[in-house]
Every structure is written in structure tokens, then in C-alpha cells.
């Protein structure tokens, strides 16, 4: 009786453990790459899987990001971008194991990627794990796919800029009309200026010019 109770605690736990869970706590290459992969919008999971010094590396970096992250505090920031980002990776074929390194070819999606209407795209995962847990995480993107990839960013940078509202001021070095106007007012404030001194000066002169004579 009391063995059939302790069973049941013990598969009651494994119930309540989600997957990230359990395959981390397996311990070898394989199972946490997966539970890695499986965790990318749960940031909780994934700090439980990481060294303190973890390095994760994304080439090429998003979007206003260097895309480097070092040790655990700038790698939880990493994760919550990856859940903002609606992350979702889905592994091709099988991960290759060569030690402590594990690989793989992943489809990736994201919101970036939706909106610049790429749909998934191919990038290719790297894991080193220790002891259980990743001590480094690099996701490259497939050099194929970077110059569709690009192209579609730019046009869709491109666009919402011409989409901009017509009483929208434009910036950059070709629309100079602000500094343009603001040139012509400083040059006819300095020639105004300059006019009253000359006449002063030459009233002065006459004045002076009087007096001595």
C-alpha cells in the first residue's frame, strides 16, 4: 500500500513538471538542446537551463541589438525578447552531437520576420552544455537566406517611411529647408545689424567732424 502510494506522489510530480522540465533535468546534450528549444517563450525555463556565465550569440544581431548577450542577467533579457518576439523554432531533421557541442537546423519565425513577409527562415543552432546546462547558444542565420532576408526588411522600412503623415517633418541629409531658412534669417539679422553700425559710425564721423571745425 504505502509502495503503490509512493508511486502515485512520484507520477502525480512528474504530471505537474512541464517537459522544459524534465528533459533539462536528463541532463545530456540532447535532451536539454530540446528543452532549450521547446522553452523559447517561457524566460523562467530557460534561465534554469543556462550557466552563470552563459554567452548567447544571434548572427546577424536583430534589429537595434548587438547580438551578444553575456552572463545570466543580460541573458534573461534576452529571453523576454525572444517571448516579445513570439520566437518559434522548429528543428529539421536531428540535433549532431560532437561532445559537449550539439547542432542543429531549425525553421525560425518571429514577428520581425512576419512583418517583412519572409515566413520562416533557416538558421542554424549551437549548444555547448556542461554539467546540464548551456554555457553557450549561438542561432546563425543560413548565409542563403540573408540577402532575402535584408532585401525584405529594407522594403519594408522603405515603405513605412513613405508612409509617414504629410505634416511629418523628413530627416537626413537631402531636406536641408530648415536649415536653409533658418541660415537666410541669421544672414539678414547680421546685415541689419551691421547697417545700424555703419550709420552710427558715420553719424559719429559727421558729428565729430562738426566739432572740430
Partial sequence: MRKALVIAVVAMALLIMSPASIFAQAGDPVSVADAFNSAALDPQAEIGMVTDDVMITVVPPPPGASGVWSGKAQAQAFFEFVKGQNVHRELVGSWQVAGDKVTGTVMVTNNDFANWGVGAVQHQLEFVVQDGKIKSFNSIMAPSERPRVMAAAQAYQAAHRAQAP??????????????????????????MTAGIAVRKLQKSNRTSFHRTR
Fill in 166 to 191: 504629410a505634416g511629418m517633418p523628413k530627416t537626413g541629409a537631402g531636406d536641408q529647408s530648415g536649415a536653409t531658412q533658418l541660415g537666410l534669417l541669421l544672414a539678414a539679422l547680421f546685415l
